[in-house]
T-cell receptor, first 110, second 121 residues
Framework: QKEVEQNSGPLSVPEGAIASLNCTYS??????FFWYRQYSGKSPELIMS????GDKEDGRFTAQLNKASQYVSLLIRDSQPSDSATYLC??????????FGPGTRLSVLP | DGGITQSPKYLFRKEGQNVTLSCEQN?????MYWYRQDPGQGLRLIYY???????QKGDIAEGYSVSREKKESFPLTVTSAQKNPTAFYLC????????????????????FGEGSRLTVL
């Protein structure tokens, strides 16, 4: 059974701080990874995707991938209260479907 | 506007009744998916389809049925055999991923509709 694991949180950070969200995956063959943000009662929205080892930056968000350690992370710089949401990590299952982690709940405190 | 439309947004059903959730996309996406989300939980895959007239079971297909007669449409029927159907149902779609180096490469991101919330009374 392919698995994606995340700490469920809640992760609390003060406004303006860096939030660090982590994810591990079980299938070493997974190639593509995605971070989604989900506000309470809403559907997930894509934040970032990453395919290569290293860092990928988009605005305040940086995704990091380490395939040797089977580890994906998302950094949110200058965290804002509007970033408070559940963050879902997903791995592409060989182009067939996505495997999602349970999500990490982030709370940014004003 | 391009997007994924799910209907209805809210639905109440009596025990023993079947109900069909609609999902339509005008993004020309190849693959479509149904996920279920329970409160405080992650997404669990019910069914998916990568091509018209073909679909595969996901992790929790029991008590559900789907059809894919058109590329744009992937309705989900929650049957009376589903023991605990109260949940948030999410439809999603994507282009088939195409590696860089091929014509029209794409990364195959998954995009979601707004969801349908089903409550069994």
């Amino acid at each position: 059974q392919k698995e994606v694991e995340q700490n469920s949180g809640p992760l609390s950070v003060p406004e303006g701080a860096i939030a660090s969200l982590n994810c591990t995956y079980s299938d070493r063959g997974s190639q593509s990874f995605f971070w989604y943000r989900q506000y309470s009662g809403k559907s997930p929205e894509l934040i970032m995707s990453i395919y290569s080892n290293g860092d990928k930056e988009d605005g305040r968000f940086t995704a990091q991938l380490n395939k040797a350690s089977q580890y994906v992370s998302l950094l949110i710089r200058d965290s804002q209260p509007s970033d408070s949401a559940t963050y879902l990590c997903a791995a592409d299952n060989y182009g067939q479907n996505f495997v999602f982690g349970p999500g990490t709940r982030l709370s940014v405190l004003p | 506007d391009g997007g994924i439309t799910q209907s209805p947004k809210y639905l109440f059903r009596k025990e023993g009744q079947n109900v069909t959730l609609s999902c339509e996309q005008n993004l020309n996406h190849d693959a479509m998916y149904w996920y279920r989300q329970d409160p405080g939980q992650g997404l669990r895959l019910i069914y998916y389809s990568q091509i018209v007239n073909d679909f595969q079971k996901g992790d929790i297909a029991e008590g559900y049925s789907v059809s894919r007669e058109k590329k744009e449409s992937f309705p989900l029927t929650v049957t009376s055999a589903q023991k605990n159907p109260t949940a948030f149902y999410l439809c999603a779609s994507r282009l088939a991923p195409r590696p860089a180096g091929l014509k029209n490469p794409n990364t195959g991101e998954l995009f979601f509709g707004e969801g349908s919330r089903l409550t069994v009374l």
